[in-house]
């Protein structure tokens, strides 16, 4: 392989982030999270998104870059107008990774209780 | 009011963010979200977190500032030892989120279905 083409991978594994890196980082800003609430209600064109934001077209625009890179939205050309649509799978992706974590912490207590209870039954059966 | 005193909340504004933008933040960091997922086992000491992340602990104090800071992870000092535990109501907060919006774009999804089911109805009958 040449030397270029060792770079290239390695600037490639250097800009690399994970999807959930990439999703989480997306929800992380208010103007973001406004377009995926927007979205929610159905498809909506560039500036259809960038109306309740007080900001630049160009800055909607990066805004959504963001949103499409890490794939919680796609959009699509048609003539003149760009129409974007979330994609439900990736929010169930990010929404999934917490409740996971959640449901493992919350079930260490649903264990606890029940190790509790069996000893109340077994000091009350003693008594 | 003092210029210093605006200046003092006009700084405090700039600085504030959303606890979402804070929570969403401290999960899209991969060293952050292993940190939650072993937390997600039951409470743990900073060292047991350390442990399998190839970091210097003082990187790892840092991460476990940014998820204190979101709220989504709180720890207290015993002697020498921080243990450190998920908040679990926290967690739930961004989950919440992210599913109204995925459940609000499926449910226009769910009355495409109706709406489509009825009309064939009608076909049906008119036949």
């Given at each position: 392989m040449t030397g270029i083409g060792q770079s290239r991978i390695l600037k490639h594994m250097l800009n690399y982030r994970a999807p959930l890196d990439l999703m989480f980082h997306a929800l992380a800003d208010p103007a973001r999270r406004s377009m995926v609430e927007r979205l929610g209600r159905g498809p909506a064109s560039v500036s259809e998104l960038a109306e309740?934001?007080?900001?630049t077209l160009s800055a909607v625009v990066q805004h959504l870059q963001v949103l499409e890179t890490s794939g919680l939205v796609r959009s699509e050309k048609t003539g003149r107008v760009r129409t974007c649509r979330l994609e439900p799978q990736a929010l169930r992706t990010t929404e999934q990774w917490i409740a996971a974590r959640r449901q493992s912490w919350e079930a260490r207590f649903d264990r606890l209780g029940e190790v509790l209870a069996e000893f109340l039954d077994d000091v009350e059966q003693e008594e």
């Open positions: 309740p934001l007080d900001m």
